[in-house]
């Protein structure tokens, strides 16, 4: 499934509508047994130029709260499916963070990633601090979340920031190329890895370990396994 975000207007800016719509979307294709990757991406030849702040201006902290300006990001991270993003343009604010909530991120040589929260008073709120210095490591997240400072896509995939650039104008493309592929893949093992890379961050490293030793075990007692692995020995494709 491809979820478009198209508010050219205002270079796909995320206000509380879009951001709602959004978020629904994306809970409806959970539930959607037909679905088994979801593409993110923005029209205009953007993918999220940052969070509206006209709307943001005259906002209070229970404001947030009770208009759950953050649950979009939540369903993208809670996400069992894989989650693609395509990006060109700019990917600032929350739309880097709606980038670092997917699973791969597939970059246009033009796009330009970056956290500007701090130059109008405030700070990332939906991941970047956190997911930026496990990433890149803390020096080089401070400089980019302290200064505000984009970073070009090609030297984002050199910080660990993307999975892979392309020409301009290709992201989608290329991304619909991936998805197709891990659509193709056995899908209790693409849910298997996704479960095990996610709780395992959080782990201590020999916890992670034991964690992925019982799903990859639990794999045996599939249906997939046996018809991948015997597919495998006949030189047969697998159904």
Same mark, same amino acid.
């Given at each position: 499934?491809? +979820?478009?975000?198209?508010?050219?207007?205002? @270079?796909?800016?995320?206000?509380?509508?879009?951001?709602? @719509?959004?978020?629904?979307?994306?809970?409806?294709?959970?539930?959607?047994?037909?679905?088994?990757?979801?593409? +993110?991406?923005? &029209?205009?030849?953007?993918?999220?130029?940052?969070?509206? #702040?006209?709307?943001?201006?005259?906002?209070?902290?229970?404001?947030?709260? @009770? +208009?759950?300006?953050?649950?979009?990001?939540?369903?993208?991270?809670?996400?069992?499916?894989?989650?693609?993003?395509?990006?060109?343009?700019?990917?600032? !604010?929350?739309?880097?963070?709606?980038?670092?909530?997917?699973? #791969?991120?597939? %970059?246009?040589? &033009?796009?330009?990633?970056? /956290?500007?929260?701090?130059?109008?008073?405030?700070?990332? !709120?939906?991941?970047?601090?956190?997911?930026?210095?496990?990433?890149?490591?803390?020096?080089?997240?401070?400089?980019?979340?302290?200064?505000?400072?984009?970073?070009?896509?090609?030297?984002? +995939? /050199?910080?660990?920031?993307?999975?892979?650039?392309?020409?301009?104008?290709?992201?989608?493309?290329?991304?619909?190329?991936?998805?197709?592929?891990? %659509?193709?893949?056995?899908?209790?093992?693409?849910? %298997?890895?996704?479960?095990?890379?996610?709780?395992?961050?959080?782990?201590?490293?020999?916890?992670?370990?034991?964690?992925?030793?019982?799903?990859?075990?639990?794999?045996?007692?599939?249906?997939?396994?046996?018809?991948?692995?015997?597919?495998?020995?006949?030189?047969?494709?697998?159904?």
């Amino acid at each position: 499934a491809v +979820l478009s975000i198209e508010r050219p207007e205002r @270079r796909n800016a995320l206000n509380l509508e879009v951001k709602g @719509r959004l978020a629904d979307e994306v809970e409806a294709l959970v539930a959607d047994a037909t679905v088994r990757v979801i593409v +993110l991406t923005g &029209s205009g030849g953007y993918f999220v130029a940052g969070t509206d #702040l006209a709307e943001m201006v005259d906002m209070t902290p229970e404001d947030h709260t @009770r +208009l759950k300006t953050g649950r979009v990001f939540l369903a993208l991270r809670q996400c069992p499916k894989p989650v693609i993003a395509a990006v060109e343009g700019y990917a600032l !604010g929350g739309g880097c963070e709606l980038a670092l909530c997917c699973d #791969l991120i597939v %970059a246009g040589t &033009s796009a330009r990633f970056g /956290q500007p929260e701090i130059r109008v008073g405030i700070m990332p !709120g939906a991941g970047g601090t956190q997911k930026l210095p496990r990433i890149m490591g803390p020096y080089r997240a401070m400089k980019m979340i302290l200064t505000g400072e984009a970073v070009a896509a090609p030297e984002a +995939l /050199q910080l660990g920031m993307v999975s892979e650039v392309v020409l301009d104008g290709k992201a989608l493309e290329r991304a619909l190329d991936l998805a197709r592929t891990i %659509a193709s893949m056995p899908p209790l093992a693409v849910r %298997a890895v996704k479960e095990v890379v996610q709780a395992g961050q959080n782990l201590p490293l020999e916890g992670a370990l034991a964690l992925e030793r019982k799903a990859f075990q639990l794999l045996f007692d599939t249906k997939d396994q046996k018809e991948g692995m015997r597919a495998f020995l006949e030189k047969r494709k697998p159904a």
